[in-house]
């Protein structure tokens, strides 16, 4: 699995640098812009290439998806700690039965009926 991981994203890599080659001439293009909001003054851009304005917007993607990810991080980390209090419990409670059983079997085996082994068998079902 893990060779077919980094073939797989050297693919995709050598795809991305076959679309940007290929594509120099618009990469390369200098551009400016402009924000002219009605409260603020304009804000005129420096000349710059096309792939650092691409750059940027990837990048504040990146960013955007991290921030909106984070609230989901956090009910995660909450529900595993959560979860692995559940089975620690579970866990207490189980081995304390498992005690319970062994000294029953040990203790008190000839003491007790028939009838309270049976009934003992049809709890533990």
Same mark, same amino acid.
């Given at each position: 699995?893990?060779?077919?991981?980094?073939?797989?994203? +050297? =693919?995709?890599?050598? $795809?991305? !640098? *076959?679309?940007?080659?290929?594509?120099?001439? #618009?990469?390369?293009?200098?551009? %400016?812009?402009?924000?002219?909001?009605?409260?603020?003054?304009?804000?005129?851009?420096?000349?710059?290439?096309?792939?650092?304005? +691409? =750059?940027?917007?990837? $990048?504040? !993607? *990146?960013?955007?998806?991290?921030?909106?990810? #984070?609230?989901?991080?956090?009910? %995660?980390?909450?529900?595993?700690?959560?979860?692995?209090?559940?089975?620690?419990?579970?866990?207490?409670?189980?081995?304390?039965?498992?005690?319970?059983?062994?000294?029953?079997?040990?203790?008190?085996?000839?003491?007790?009926?028939?009838?309270?082994?049976?009934?003992?068998?049809?709890?533990?079902?």
């Amino acid at each position: 699995m893990n060779k077919f991981k980094f073939v797989f994203g +050297f =693919l995709i890599i050598g $795809l991305l !640098g *076959l679309i940007v080659y290929q594509n120099q001439e #618009l990469f390369l293009n200098k551009q %400016s812009f402009r924000i002219y909001l009605f409260f603020m003054d304009e804000y005129q851009a420096p000349h710059l290439p096309n792939a650092v304005f +691409f =750059l940027v917007c990837f $990048l504040i !993607g *990146l960013l955007i998806s991290y921030f909106l990810s #984070l609230s989901e991080r956090f009910k %995660s980390k909450k529900m595993i700690k959560s979860l692995n209090a559940s089975v620690a419990s579970h866990v207490r409670e189980l081995s304390a039965l498992k005690g319970e059983v062994e000294s029953i079997k040990t203790g008190a085996g000839g003491d007790k009926p028939n009838g309270a082994d049976d009934s003992a068998k049809a709890q533990s079902a």
